[in-house]
T-cell receptor, first 115, second 115 residues
Framework: DGGITQSPKYLFRKEGQNVTLSCEQNLNHDAMYWYRQDPGQGLRLIYYSQIVNDFQKGDIAEGYSVSREKKESFPLTVTSAQKNPTAFYLC??????????????FGDGTRLSIL | KNQVEQSPQSLIILEGKNCTLQCNYTVSPFSNLRWYKQDTGRGPVSLTIMTFSENTKSNGRYTATLDADTKQSSLHITASQLSDSASYICVVSAILSGTASKLTFGTGTRLQVTL
């Protein structure tokens, strides 16, 4: 089955530690995205990538970094510079050229908590 | 500022009953409006996407309407089932340039269907 796989489902971070969230898709989608979901707020875009080796900052990129070395993979690193990292992180993908009328497909998220 | 507001914030209905969720937006220039269903601890799943010219779109027991003049949308759920218990998120896409667009997410309506 085609889809998006995020791992791990739960992740704990110590103060001053960087952690990396994995996102893999086998939908042959060009574009991939990372969102953050907090209680009572809509999803907020962290980073997105239209093609391999290219990515753009979203609305809340500070304290995060990404890479796009393969079309299928778009890992997100939450750095120690992110002072409030506790949240539910969602990865999504879509066909970029027809983004306007194509849905984004989401993974099942990673819940990050601070120890 | 682009905004998407959903109401009610939460809703409890009896199994078998119908319900309607509301979405008001101030997003421009408008590209399309999407409804997603998000089960607890899972990623959102696309229900419908409507462009400017579409007034109604159905997906099984889910029917979305769009009034682009008043910038309002509704999601009607018919003959609710326990499995409809979830958050329903309204997402509006604004055209940036070319094929690029930006999504604005509502905070969702939390629906609980009970026996």
């Amino acid at each position: 089955d085609g889809g998006i796989t995020q791992s791990p489902k739960y992740l704990f971070r110590k103060e001053g530690q960087n952690v990396t969230l994995s996102c893999e898709q086998n939908l042959n989608h060009d574009a991939m995205y990372w969102y953050r979901q907090d209680p009572g707020q809509g999803l907020r875009l962290i980073y997105y990538s239209q093609i391999v080796n290219d990515f753009q900052k979203g609305d809340i990129a500070e304290g995060y970094s990404v890479s796009r070395e393969k079309k299928e993979s778009f890992p997100l690193t939450v750095t120690s510079a992110q002072k409030n990292p506790t949240a539910f992180y969602l990865c999504a993908s879509s066909f970029w050229a027809e983004l306007s009328n194509q849905p984004q497909h989401f993974g099942d998220g990673t819940r990050l908590s601070i120890l | 500022k682009n905004q998407v507001e959903q109401s009610p914030q939460s809703l409890i209905i009896l199994e078998g009953k119908n319900c309607t969720l509301q979405c008001n937006y101030t997003v421009s220039p408008f590209s399309n409006l999407r409804w997603y269903k998000q089960d607890t601890g899972r990623g959102p799943v696309s229900l419908t996407i409507m462009t400017f010219s579409e007034n109604t779109k159905s997906n099984g027991r889910y029917t979305a309407t769009l009034d682009a003049d008043t910038k309002q949308s509704s999601l009607h759920i018919t003959a609710s089932q326990l499995s409809d218990s979830a958050s329903y998120i309204c997402v509006v896409s604004a055209i940036l340039s070319g094929t690029a667009s930006k999504l604005t997410f509502g905070t969702g309506t939390r629906l609980q269907v009970t026996l």
